[in-house]
């Protein structure tokens, strides 16, 4: 992870491990929300962008990572969650906007991310996945901005079925607020940034704030952060979640899949 901040005051943070698909664990996360607060608490930036290299914008959990929660007792898979939902909460109460700049795929927590920024652009190819419940698991720690951003009823859907769904549908349904080819990204992105910068500091800081305010969001309530951090500690350490992290791990079917 690097962050780049431009002359006019705007920072870039770019998730660059490619590699594994920009998938974080523990370290990163928390790498993330110091410099998230960083940038929250530096009077010279103006704009926030969260953007990816490689094929993949995130595809959620690292699978180290996993495999060291599934060795957690609930006490710690609870701590390990409740890092996740600060760092979700840091980006989501930014100051600043923030831009989501959405290059490939996102997975998971990887949508988390894309549903706590302000505003996201996606490449047409870009695919998106609420794939937890596939084992045993459940995006409770990002759920609060997710259903925030598509609303319950499509909530409902992708995080039952876990299907895979195209950019073009998370445009429809309020994921991303537009769609552009790969090779248009970076000038959508100049063109937002330039119409933001002609909003005063602020007053775009307050219209994030008369928006919280009006709508009294769920992700605004620290009680809502402990609780979704206790939801998803609960399904990681119960015999499911076990059994889902292990399928996973050793690539086979979970007990609960009949042919």
């Given at each position: 992870m690097i962050t780049e901040i431009s002359g006019r005051g705007v920072a870039t943070i770019t998730m660059r491990k490619p590699e594994i698909h920009n998938a974080f664990d523990d370290v990163l996360i928390e790498r993330l929300r110091r410099e998230l607060q960083g940038l929250n608490n530096d009077p010279a930036v103006r704009i926030v962008i969260l953007a990816a290299e490689g094929k993949s914008f995130s595809a959620g959990g690292d699978l180290n990572w996993m495999?060291?929660?599934a060795e957690y007792d609930r006490a710690a898979n609870l701590e390990d969650a409740k890092n996740l939902g600060k760092m979700m909460a840091q980006l989501y109460r930014m100051r600043q906007p923030t831009i989501a700049l959405v290059q490939g795929n996102a997975y998971g927590g990887g949508v988390g991310?894309?549903?706590?920024?302000?505003?996201a652009i996606a490449a047409k190819e870009a695919c998106f996945c609420l794939s937890e419940v596939r084992i045993g698991l459940i995006p409770a720690v990002i759920g609060p901005y997710v259903v925030h951003a598509i609303g319950e009823r499509q909530s409902t859907r992708y995080m039952m079925?876990?299907?895979?769904?195209?950019?073009?549908?998370?445009?429809?349904?309020?994921?991303?607020?537009e769609?552009?080819?790969?090779?248009?990204?970076a000038a959508r992105r100049d063109e937002i940034v330039d119409n933001l910068l002609k909003g005063g500091p602020k007053a775009l800081s307050e219209v994030k704030n008369l928006i919280s305010y009006i709508t009294r969001s769920a992700t605004q309530d620290e009680k809502v952060v402990r609780d979704t951090a206790g939801h998803i500690a609960r399904m990681r350490a119960s015999e499911e979640g076990q059994e889902g992290l292990s399928a996973f791990l050793e690539k086979r079917k979970a007990k609960w899949i009949r042919d």
């Open positions: 495999k060291r929660m991310l894309v549903a706590a920024c302000d505003i079925t876990a299907e895979r769904f195209s950019a073009d549908e998370a445009y429809r349904i309020g994921l991303v607020h769609v552009v080819e790969a090779d248009q990204l």
